[in-house]
């Protein structure tokens, strides 16, 4: 059963309100890649990535925090995670 979660972050803006969907519920202090969620040669990838590099961020964030949510407008629960990414240097 897959778990459905969305991201916010203090480091970077994120533009998808959809959620992704997990195998496994991530834990505080699990390392996270977005990358792999955006599919191949789009757009919202190449964004994504080029936010990272302007920002100076690594891709890979850590989770600091977890709240599960109800959204009734789309009648879907899910979970929403912090993210804190490290500058690079």
Not at 1 to 11: A, G, I, L, P
Not at 24 to 45: C, H, M
Not at 55 to 76: H, M, P
């Amino acid at each position: 059963m897959s778990v459905k979660v969305r991201f916010y972050s203090y480091d970077i803006e994120f533009d998808f309100e959809n959620s992704v969907e997990f195998p496994v519920a991530p834990q505080l202090g699990d390392e996270v890649n977005l990358i792999s969620f955006f599919k191949y040669r789009t757009s919202e990838r190449l964004e994504y990535v080029n936010n990272m590099e302007d920002l100076y961020l690594y891709e890979n964030a850590i989770v600091s925090e977890r709240t599960w949510c109800n959204d009734l407008e789309k009648a879907e629960i899910y979970l929403l995670i912090k993210l804190n990414y490290t500058k690079r240097k």
